[in-house]
């Protein structure tokens, strides 16, 4: 075992390598044909011959880039906001309260969460659209206030709270809002900040519902503001990488500054 251990250290790290190496090709293409200019963005040439900024200045020109940068900020910290405090509110009161019907709620909440979007997409977009929300940033929020993974992963941690804590709190006089924001939140904010994270990624990513309600692209985020562009322009391929190349960097900032705690986020989310 001592003799084939280097050599299966070895195959692993060539399998870590090669994986890197094929989420990497395509982000570097991406650079490249950016700088690419329209008679050699089709070439199969790894390093542009002629590198030109040409296609940033003609996309800055033709998009509102750094307002559609905003407005996926915008939407995705106001859903995650929305969702860690409607969960935490729902989950404390599955936890702490008893009611009659507190079963039934509870299962029909994780029966929602094996609804796909899709299956509801069309009554919210008629709703959203009756409430004249459409093509809107509230529109494109308010399906997304509540979100049943969130509400289920902190009851998990609610449960897990040691209720004579909060016994203990009750006896001292104080009440539920008290027991909540100064008790609880303090000694789980970890597991708070985790499923922040994770919801700003599954709102920063979402496309589907964006795409539907959006019609302009001052008032989309930058996912549905490149589609739009091609729609408009589809021979301007040198610009459009470009385009995405500059609404990659922000995120990529992010998780550069953020890598340990997303990828703790990951895995504490997938442990359960």
């Not at 935490?88 to 796909?116: C, D, E, H, N």
């Not at 459009?240 to 960097?249: D, G, K, Q, Y």
Request: charged content about 10%; proline content about 5%.
């Amino acid at each position: 075992m001592n003799q084939r251990s280097p050599v299966l250290a070895f195959l692993r790290h060539g399998a870590l390598a090669l994986m890197c190496i094929i989420a990497i090709i395509p982000l570097y293409w991406m650079v490249i044909s950016s700088l690419k200019n329209d008679s050699e963005i089709f070439t199969d040439s790894f390093f542009p011959n002629a590198p030109t900024f040409s296609n940033y200045t003609y996309a800055f020109s033709q998009m509102p880039i750094v307002r559609m940068i905003f407005n996926s900020f915008a939407i995705s910290i106001t859903m995650t906001l929305l969702q860690l405090a409607t969960s935490l509110l729902a989950a404390y009161a599955l936890v702490r309260w008893r009611f009659r019907g507190k079963g039934l709620i509870f299962s029909v909440l994780s029966l929602t969460w094996l609804i796909p979007f899709q299956a509801i997409m069309i009554p919210n977009y008629v709703l959203v659209n009756d409430l004249g929300l459409n093509d809107s940033m509230l529109g494109i929020v308010l399906p997304f206030c509540v979100s049943t993974f969130a509400i289920l992963s902190l009851y998990q941690s609610f449960q897990a709270f040691p209720s004579v804590l909060i016994e203990a709190a009750c006896i001292d006089g104080m009440n539920d809002w008290d027991i909540l924001v100064k008790l609880i939140i303090p000694n789980i904010k970890s597991g708070i900040a985790s499923l922040g994270i994770i919801s700003f990624i599954n709102a920063w990513n979402e496309y589907l519902w964006p795409m539907l309600i959006t019609k302009k692209m001052e008032h989309s985020p930058i996912q549905i503001g490149l589609k739009l562009f091609v729609n408009s322009d589809t021979n301007m391929w040198g610009s459009l990488m470009s385009a995405t190349t500059v609404s990659c960097l922000p995120i990529l900032i992010i998780y550069l500054l953020l890598r340990r705690h997303i990828v703790d986020s990951f895995i504490r989310f997938g442990i359960k």
